[in-house]
């Protein structure tokens, strides 16, 4: 009776793997496009275009439960071309929960001398369990990372802005 069991388990397994998973895989290459949605999910972070000193961001937002989230970078300005975001050689996605929530941490890339503009695109997608309609829906946001050199200088002027004020009131 057990073996029945899991004999049944894994064949429905292996069925969903093959038959239902392609459905939901994201496009290798995405234009800028937006969807045929805007309701299938939000970014809480980044919600605009920002700036940051770090290497590393977390995208995070809130969603459908059943949606998958693939992060996209800019690989073609000309042309308005993304490709899957690559982390260890694996695409930077996941499946959101039943919690509605999603969060995944990017890498950004520096430039040597100067700030560096990197374009993102944030792909969900999300199958309709009573009509079979595909959803999906795309964001783009530009996540600049400032160079290291001015975050420096802020920081020595903080510093001696500082001193200054503690030397007047001693």
Not at 147 to 154: E, G
Request: aromatic share 8%; charged share 30%; proline share 2%.
């Amino acid at each position: 009776m057990i073996k029945r069991v899991l004999f049944i388990i894994v064949c429905v397994t292996a069925f969903w793997c093959l038959f239902c998973m392609p459905g939901l895989a994201a496009p290798n290459v995405l234009t800028e496009e937006k969807g045929n949605t805007n309701s299938l999910f939000e970014l809480k972070k980044p919600e605009e275009d920002i700036s940051t000193f770090n290497d590393t961001y977390i995208i995070m937002g809130k969603a459908l439960e059943g949606t998958v989230i693939t992060v996209y970078e800019e690989t073609d300005a000309d042309k308005g071309e993304y490709e899957p975001m690559l982390i260890d050689d694996e695409e930077v996605s996941c499946e959101v929960g039943c919690s509605g929530y999603f969060a995944r941490e990017i890498t950004l890339k520096r430039a040597e001398n100067e700030d560096m503009i990197n374009r993102i695109a944030v792909y969900g997608e999300h199958e309709d369990k009573e009509t079979g309609e595909k959803l999906y829906q795309v964001l783009q946001r530009e996540i600049t990372v400032k160079n290291a050199s001015l975050k420096d200088v802020l920081i020595n002027s903080v510093v001696k802005i500082e001193d200054f004020i503690s030397k007047l009131f001693k």
